[in-house]
């Protein structure tokens, strides 16, 4: 139980496109999906808190209007990283906690962007 | 700002003898304390969680926590080589919350 998937696992696109990552849950309600980002050599680092129904909250220097997230319902997290451009080119992985409210978090497999 | 600290090393062992990874944290009102491990390419893998104070033993992997000094641990007994890998402590300041990580302390196991 308590499986998190991510899709794409991996995309590659031109500078100035956006692209959307999708996170599910697949077995179990998440009313909180987290997104990070993780550059190489470096530790997971924290994007913005995403609540099912509500605006996500966002990280001190993280662009709100660059890094749109959408929680539409409790499987399902979007992030879509718009304009993208070289810089944002990083390892995105979301995670998600149940509705129980425990403390355990349960990770994706995270996506690979690459921004030519 | 709440900090989770780690010794990036690499912490070199050799096959078979016990690794201990290290973690110390800022904020005392932590809750939970994890262990991730993360392959090259890959997501954080659950190694182990802890709540208590004391330790927490499962299969090779031992968790120590000491809340007064804001310290937890992680001990692997008879390392293997498939281990290597950088290993990331993370704390959870209260339940809902997204979990702060340390930057990770490569493990090396040479056999």
């Known amino acids: 139980g308590a499986v998190v998937s991510q899709h794409p696992s991996r995309v590659i696109c031109k500078s100035g496109t956006s692209v959307k990552i999708e996170c599910r849950s697949l077995?179990?309600?998440?009313?909180?999906m987290f997104w990070y980002r993780q550059f190489p050599k470096q530790s997971l680092m924290l994007m913005a808190t995403?609540?099912?129904?509500?605006?996500?909250?966002?990280e001190q220097g993280v662009e709100k209007d660059k890094f749109l997230i959408n929680h539409a319902s409790l499987t399902l997290s979007t992030l879509t990283v718009t304009s993208a451009h070289p810089e944002d080119s990083s390892f995105y992985i979301c995670?998600?906690?149940?509705?129980?409210?425990?403390?355990?978090?349960?990770f994706g497999p995270g996506t690979r962007l690459t921004v030519l | 700002q709440k900090e989770v600290e780690q010794n990036s090393g690499p912490l070199s062992v050799p096959e078979g003898a016990i690794a201990s990874l290290n973690c110390t944290y800022s904020?005392?009102?932590?809750?939970?304390f994890f262990w991730y491990r993360q392959y090259s390419g890959k997501s954080p893998e659950l190694i182990m969680f802890?709540?208590?104070?004391g330790d927490k033993e499962d299969g090779r992997f031992t968790a120590q926590l000491n809340k007064a000094s804001q310290y937890v641990s992680l001990l692997i007994r008879d390392s293997q080589p498939r281990a290597s890998a950088p290993y990331l402590c993370?704390?959870?300041?209260?339940?809902?919350?997204?979990?702060?990580f340390g930057k990770g302390t490569t493990l090396s196991v040479s056999s």
């Open positions: 995670s998600a906690t149940g509705t129980s409210g425990g403390y355990e978090q349960f």
């Open positions: 077995d179990f309600q998440a009313t909180t």
């Open positions: 995403s609540n099912e129904g509500s605006k996500a909250t966002y």
């Open positions: 904020d005392r009102g932590s809750q939970s």
């Open positions: 802890i709540y208590s104070n």
């Open positions: 993370a704390v959870n300041p209260q339940a809902g919350t997204a979990l702060i």
